[in-house]
């Protein structure tokens, strides 16, 4: 598995978010939502100080993204990808294999 921020998404983060220098954010499953990869269940994402046993990381523009090994389960073998749609200003995720 891996996480793909793009520029607009990444930058999204660091000036909506106001994500500085180090900072994190996990995503991570929540019960009651909807995701192509997991009935009943959706993807969240907050800021994180203090991870605890990240399974997959990346960096972008200074801001590392990851998912708790707890969590890695709910991608079911697919790659997650970040993207900012200007439009409709809001976060789109997508799912590949």
């Given at each position: 598995m891996k996480i793909v921020i793009s520029d607009p998404a990444a930058?999204?983060?660091?000036e909506?978010?106001?994500m500085g220098k180090n900072d994190k954010i996990k995503f991570f499953s929540?019960?009651?939502g909807s995701s192509p990869v997991q009935e009943n269940f959706a993807l969240g994402f907050t800021a994180e100080d203090a991870p605890?046993?990240?399974a997959v990381r990346t960096e972008r523009n200074g801001v590392e993204f990851f998912v708790e090994e707890e969590d890695?389960?709910?991608f079911d073998g697919h790659d997650l990808y970040v993207d900012y749609d200007e439009k409709e200003d809001e976060l789109r995720f997508d799912y590949k294999k």
């Open positions: 930058k999204w983060f660091k909506d978010f106001s929540k019960v009651y605890n046993k990240m890695v389960w709910f």
